[in-house]
């Protein structure tokens, strides 16, 4: 994520700027840009550059600094292209923004997805609009909550927005982020089912999981990996990964099992905590 300056030199809490009145608060986000964020990342671009990480993927969410595409898009105009977006489309949802428009707009900017669902809650949302700060775990009081994927958008919402990632040339990981008490159990159909397939790699090698197992040629749900991982004795883990490529898809790799097989799944992600940042650096192996 990008970060979030404080308001002023004299201030100590993060203060993120959703309005444009009173007008003070253009005067903050100027010093937050110019004296904050600009200069972190400068210097953090001359880091990258001097120890050959080639992509920054900055994740667009709530309570940051970067948090949609216009943001997203200046701090890559200033800093150049080794910054793009981490896209996870749930958080571009409860702003109110479209994810698809913004994988169109992003196009090659587009570093790296999460494939994470937010559930709408519209009566709630009436009255309270999506500006929500309750509880997360009060799932029915909330104007929107994440949910498993498929729970908050159907199928056919997921297959256009894998199909406009191909269009503008994405083609490495899809990161599936189902979360806590938001996740629902395991079912049998699956919002993905067509939009994405278990194939061949470029390379012509068949992609096989962290622990060297075969998924099917066809994976017919994405809860049905999860219960497939039960099954074999892989870890039992929320977090999923698959590749998007040409006529195939990567489906293997558990968070866990990453950074020990990073390389047989073509593409290696390391993560590092720098000034409560989590920067996530994608390096193509």
């Known amino acids: 994520m990008s970060g979030l300056p ?3 030199p004299d201030d100590k809490t993060p203060n993120w700027i959703v309005s444009s009145w009173p007008p003070e608060t253009q005067t903050i986000l100027e010093w937050q840009w110019t004296e904050k964020l600009l200069p972190y990342w400068r210097d953090l671009a001359r880091h990258c550059g ?15 600094l970067v948090y949609n595409v216009p943001s997203l898009l200046r701090l890559r105009g200033e800093i150049g292209p080794l910054v793009g977006a981490n896209l996870d489309p749930s958080h571009l949802m409860w702003m109110g923004a479209d994810p698809l428009a913004a994988v169109d707009a992003l196009g090659p900017a587009i570093h790296h997805v999460h494939a994470k669902d937010t559930f709408l809650n519209k009566p709630k949302q009436a009255t309270t609009s999506l500006l929500e700060n309750g509880p997360l775990a ?7 909550s994440y949910i498993t994927l498929g729970y908050g958008h159907d199928e056919s919402w997921w297959r256009e927005f894998c199909y406009r990632l191909r269009m503008v040339g994405y083609d490495s990981w899809l990161f599936d982020r189902a979360r806590g008490c938001h996740a629902l159990p395991p079912r049998r159909c699956t919002p993905l089912c067509c939009a994405v397939e278990c194939g061949r790699s470029r390379r ?11 998924y099917p040629a066809c994976c017919r749900a994405i809860d049905g990996m999860h219960s497939c991982r039960q099954s074999t004795g892989l870890p039992n883990r929320n977090d999923r990964f698959w590749r998007i ?8 790799c558990p968070s866990s099992s990453i950074s020990r097989h990073g390389a047989n799944a073509g593409r290696l992600l390391v993560m590092r905590q720098t000034d409560h940042q989590a920067i996530s650096f994608l390096a193509c192996l």
């Open 6 to 8: 404080a308001g002023g």
């Open 138 to 144: 009060e799932v029915s009081a909330r104007s929107w």
């Open 245 to 252: 490529s040409e006529g195939a898809t990567l489906l293997a």
């Open 50 to 64: 001097e120890n050959g990480v080639e992509r920054l993927a900055v994740e667009l969410h709530g309570n940051q």
């Open 204 to 214: 012509g090698e068949r992609l096989r999981s962290a622990a060297n197992l075969n």
